[in-house]
């Protein structure tokens, strides 16, 4: 974490917990004091108590530097919750106490990251202690092999909370979205007077304009198609599992499991890294897809579409979302000759550099301007924008791409 996150987590602290009315100045000593760890040289000469000091003492736990900076007692002042698990424990309790949960599943990372503490979240007494977010469950999946049996169970549990919140938030708009995105890419000349697309029959009836009457006498309606039983589009999503990846690949997990409920939409859902597993027959339950995925390891992208290719039976009513950071460990230019190849068949190829909240990570960008060139710009995409992204492709217009500037 840098040291820019670090004093927000500080500063956040500071206005969360209250010390009752203070001097406008006094308030300011007591936040710059929380940033600042309470060193020698921080200059504020302010003293904490309290819970500003078990604050303080659970930021020093993590965030402390071991720099020379002594503590009051004159000792090093220095990052570390202790290795036993009991520690880290009440140290999980008293964040959780004290913050925010937004601050406190910052912490989490930091902590994971920081401090080596992967290894307990192993055990299951750390998983019911930790706040659950889509980073804690990239965590675990990358833990997923290591896991001894006694833990598997909680972190699945840990894991369901977390997708069963995300499809919560996402599943009503992503539905609606791509019914009517699915409705009006189904264009019919007889429609019912609710089902007509005035816009288009006015257009197509220019020519029938009545001057005397100062009106159109349509000859043709073209109106949306309803909602049929029959599979309408084809979805492929194929997402890349490597370590960098891990929340695109919960919330594609996620959007999969919902595609795949809508009866009109037929949905693949592909993960790779140097080898290709389909999980289509997983999709009903997303805990399921997340635990057949294997984080790390390397990347085969043309490998992955080879595959993709292969399954696409309607070239012209299929969607490729490919989920990547375009690092291609296999052969590029073949990569993409795939691509275009296709495109060309009319297929509608989209590419997102992520699927995630925290925007587009590194990537290979000279892979990026190659598949902009085949007409397949790359971005990156939030899942509240993916809703939107997937009815442009199903309705072939220009994708609503995110201003990055």
């Given at each position: 974490?840098?040291?820019?996150?670090?004093?927000?987590?500080?500063?956040?602290?500071?206005?969360?917990?209250?010390?009752?009315?203070?001097?406008?100045?006094?308030?300011?000593?007591?936040?710059?004091?929380?940033?600042?760890?309470?060193?020698?040289?921080?200059?504020?000469?302010?003293?904490?108590?309290?819970?500003?000091?078990?604050?303080?003492?659970?930021?020093?736990?993590?965030?402390?530097?071991?720099?020379?900076?002594?503590?009051?007692?004159?000792?090093?002042?220095?990052?570390?919750?202790?290795?036993?698990?009991?520690?880290?424990?009440?140290?999980?309790?008293?964040?959780?106490?004290?913050?925010?949960?937004?601050?406190?599943?910052?912490?989490?990372?930091?902590?994971?990251?920081?401090?080596?503490?992967?290894?307990?979240?192993?055990?299951?007494?750390?998983?019911?202690?930790?706040?659950?977010?889509?980073?804690?469950?990239?965590?675990?999946?990358?833990?997923?092999?290591?896991?001894?049996?006694?833990?598997?169970?909680?972190?699945?549990?840990?894991?369901?909370?977390?997708?069963?919140?995300?499809?919560?938030?996402?599943?009503?708009?992503?539905?609606?979205t791509l019914t009517g995105a699915l409705d009006r890419s189904a264009r019919i000349n007889r429609p019912r007077h609710q089902d007509i697309d005035w816009n288009r029959t006015i257009a197509a009836n220019l020519k029938h304009y009545l001057p005397e009457y100062r009106t159109i006498v349509p000859e043709r309606l073209i109106g949306y198609g309803r909602a049929s039983q029959s599979v309408k589009k084809e979805v492929v999503l194929c997402i890349d599992q490597s370590g960098s990846m891990a929340a695109s690949v919960v919330y594609a997990s996620v959007f999969g499991a919902v595609l795949a409920s809508m009866r009109s939409i037929d949905t693949r859902l592909?993960?790779?890294?140097?080898?290709?597993?389909?999980?289509?027959?997983?999709?009903?339950?997303?805990?399921?897809?997340?635990?057949?995925?294997?984080?790390?390891?390397?990347?085969?992208?043309?490998?992955?579409?080879?595959?993709?290719?292969?399954?696409?039976?309607?070239?012209?009513?299929?969607?490729?979302?490919?989920?990547?950071?375009?690092?291609?460990?296999?052969?590029?230019?073949?990569?993409?000759?795939?691509?275009?190849?296709?495109?060309?068949?009319?297929?509608?190829?989209?590419?997102?550099?992520?699927?995630?909240?925290?925007?587009?990570?590194?990537?290979?960008?000279?892979?990026?301007?190659?598949?902009?060139?085949?007409?397949?710009?790359?971005?990156?995409?939030?899942?509240?924008?993916?809703?939107?992204?997937?009815?442009?492709?199903?309705?072939?217009?220009?994708?609503?791409?995110?201003?990055?500037?």
């Open positions: 974490m840098t040291e820019g996150s670090v004093t927000e987590t500080a500063a956040a602290a500071g206005t969360t917990v209250g010390t009752g009315a203070v001097e406008p100045a006094q308030e300011r000593l007591r936040r710059w004091r929380l940033v600042l760890g309470g060193d020698a040289a921080d200059g504020t000469g302010c003293v904490l108590s309290g819970q500003d000091a078990a604050m303080d003492g659970a930021l020093t736990a993590l965030y402390g530097r071991g720099d020379g900076g002594k503590d009051r007692a004159g000792r090093d002042r220095s990052a570390g919750l202790g290795a036993s698990a009991p520690s880290v424990a009440r140290w999980l309790g008293d964040i959780r106490t004290y913050f925010p949960s937004s601050v406190v599943q910052v912490m989490q990372r930091d902590a994971i990251d920081r401090l080596g503490l992967s290894a307990l979240l192993l055990e299951p007494e750390m998983l019911e202690a930790v706040e659950a977010d889509v980073h804690l469950v990239g965590t675990l999946l990358s833990l997923n092999k290591a896991m001894p049996e006694t833990t598997k169970e909680t972190a699945r549990a840990v894991v369901r909370k977390v997708v069963e919140d995300l499809e919560k938030r996402l599943a009503t708009r992503t539905r609606a592909v993960v790779f890294d140097t080898a290709v597993v389909d999980l289509t027959d997983q999709l009903d339950d997303p805990v399921d897809v997340l635990f057949g995925t294997q984080l790390g390891g390397g990347t085969d992208i043309n490998r992955a579409l080879a595959y993709c290719q292969s399954q696409i039976t309607r070239p012209a009513e299929t969607v490729v979302v490919l989920i990547s950071d375009l690092y291609e460990g296999g052969i590029r230019d073949e990569m993409l000759k795939r691509v275009a190849a296709m495109k060309a068949s009319g297929v509608q190829f989209v590419t997102l550099l992520a699927l995630s909240d925290e925007g587009a990570p590194a990537y290979d960008r000279e892979h990026a301007a190659a598949l902009a060139a085949l007409g397949a710009p790359a971005f990156a995409c939030t899942p509240d924008l993916f809703p939107d992204i997937m009815a442009a492709a199903i309705e072939k217009r220009p994708l609503p791409i995110p201003d990055t500037e």
